[in-house]
């Protein structure tokens, strides 16, 4: 149980066109979203986190405009990179906290993430 | 927020136990350790969490120290397919530390 499931795995688009990547939970209701980003060698940093109908909280440094992050439904997350460039080249993930924020988050399960290559 | 500590890289041999240590000296009462490792390309993939007593699953166990500074995740018999980065986060799930945040983990490679 407690699948995310997350599309596309890889995506390459020009750059100044805009990316979707979506993020489904299959069983379970995904009360809070994470998405993550991961550069080459490096690990996962935290980019911002969605609680569903509430806007995302951004982590400092992280542009709310660029990374426009819905999660307007308790199965489904999206996070839109906008005006990509190739700097936003990246390995991008999403992760369901399992339970309610606020009340006891008791785990974490992660999509399959999502290669993303701007040229 | 309490930091981990763990070796950047590990090599363990296939068939033989693999002892990952993970530091966590700040770690308050109320905060669990959990491990989770990552293949390459892959997201992350969760293994077992602890808060005072030792645990078991079919993936691993978790050894947690009595003083709760320090703790080892063991996986009893290596294969090839556990090479990954194997990642030591403590957490608050309940309170406002929430978020699960990575630090660089260890590189477990598991040689024939």
């Known amino acids: 149980g407690a699948v995310v499931s997350q599309h596309p795995s890889r995506v390459i688009c020009k750059s100044g066109t805009s990316v979707k990547i979506e993020c489904r939970s299959l069983?379970?209701?995904?009360?809070?979203m994470f998405w993550y980003r991961q550069f080459p060698k490096q690990s996962l940093m935290l980019m911002a986190t969605?609680?569903?109908?509430?806007?995302?909280?951004?982590e400092q440094g992280v542009e709310k405009d660029k990374f426009l992050i819905n999660h307007a439904s308790l199965t489904l997350s999206t996070l839109t990179v906008t005006s990509a460039h190739p700097e936003d080249s990246s390995f991008y993930i999403c992760?369901?906290?399992?339970?309610?924020?606020?009340?006891?988050?008791?785990?974490?399960?992660f999509g399959s993430g999502t290669r993303l290559t701007v040229v | 927020d309490a930091k981990t500590t763990q070796p950047p890289s590990m090599d363990c041999a296939e068939g033989r136990a693999a002892n990952l240590p993970c530091n966590h000296s700040t770690i308050s009462g109320n905060e669990y350790v959990y491990w989770y490792r990552q293949i390459h390309s892959q997201g992350p993939q969760y293994i077992i969490h602890g808060l005072k007593n030792n645990e078991t699953n079919e993936m691993a166990s978790l050894i947690i120290t009595e003083d709760r500074k320090s703790s080892t995740l063991i996986l009893p018999h290596a294969t090839l397919r556990d090479t990954a980065v194997y990642y030591c986060i403590v957490l608050n799930s309940g309170g406002s530390n929430y978020k699960l945040t990575f630090g660089k983990g260890t590189l477990l490679t598991v040689n024939p």
């Open positions: 969605s609680n569903e109908g509430s806007k995302a909280t951004y």
């Open positions: 069983d379970f209701q995904a009360t809070t």
């Open positions: 992760s369901a906290g399992l339970g309610v924020l606020g009340q006891g988050i008791y785990g974490y399960t």
